[in-house]
T-cell receptor, first 112, second 118 residues
Framework: DAKTTQPPSMDCAEGRAANLPCNHS???????VYWYRQIHSQGPQYIIH???NNETNEMASLIITEDRKSSTLILPHATLRDTAVYYC?????????????FGKGTLLTVNP | GAVVSQHPSRVICKSGTSVKIECRSL??????MFWYRQFPKKSLMLMAT?????????EQGVEKDKFLINHASLTLSTLTVTSAHPEDSSFYIC??????????????FGPGTRLTVL
């Protein structure tokens, strides 16, 4: 069972910021929040992950609420190539039972 | 990011034959590799987890005798679909998890293999 809840779809205008929300109210203290995306007919692509602090890399920013029950992935300047299904996953990366369980994700459509 | 390759990218076979799919981590060593299956318009479903040098752990409902997994080295895992049937037609995706350095605890995915069983 996926431990996260995401909206099934979102639209964003090209060049604007895309903010993708994720609820993970049952996250435990040692679980990380991971974001992956999957462009049609390709393998998932790692975007970013974090534990409790906000994170930023060349692809995106991850904002995690103080209580860690939700997070937001931000694509600062969306392009048409960012159209994909975005998956938010929580997992204990250091545990012996580590695995990534994919939910249904959010289909982000970037419009010209 | 790290590179994980799969071969072949797509395969078409006759019902009853066996198909082997290779998954390689090209620029890092992976103690753990994962195999997923994805049906059209569905999410990825984890099939099994394999650790180098040991038997794979299969998820509930996945037949271990039908989906044979071998993880003989830190850079290669194979999935063999035995006696394939049309219902096995799917998109098979592997991923690898690094165990040291910058790759530690990160999981990278291959491009997937499209299997069609006639």
């Amino acid at each position: 069972d996926a431990k996260t809840t995401q909206p099934p779809s979102m639209d964003c205008a090209e060049g604007r910021a895309a903010n993708l929300p994720c609820n993970h109210s049952t996250i435990s203290g040692n679980e990380y929040v991971y974001w992956y995306r999957q462009i049609h007919s390709q393998g998932p692509q790692y975007i970013i992950h974090g534990l409790k602090n906000n994170e930023t890399n060349e692809m995106a920013s991850l904002i995690i609420t103080e209580d860690r029950k939700s997070s937001t992935l931000i694509l600062p300047h969306a392009t048409l190539r960012d159209t994909a299904v975005y998956y938010c996953i929580v997992s204990d990366s250091g545990g012996s039972n580590y695995k990534l369980t994919f939910g249904k994700g959010t289909l982000l459509t970037v419009n010209p | 990011g790290a590179v994980v390759s799969q071969h072949p990218s797509r395969v078409i076979c006759k019902s009853g034959t066996s198909v082997k799919i290779e998954c390689r981590s090209l620029d890092f060593q992976a103690t753990t590799m994962f195999w997923y299956r994805q049906f059209p318009k569905k999410s990825l479903m984890l099939m099994a987890t394999s650790n180098e040098g040991s038997k794979a752990t299969y998820e509930q409902g996945v037949e271990k005798d039908k989906f044979l997994i071998n993880h003989a080295s830190l850079t290669l895992s194979t999935l063999t679909v035995t006696s394939a049937h049309p219902e096995d037609s799917s998109f098979y995706i592997c991923s690898a998890r690094g165990f040291s350095g910058r790759r530690r605890n990160e999981q990278f995915f291959g491009p997937g293999t499209r299997l069609t069983v006639l």
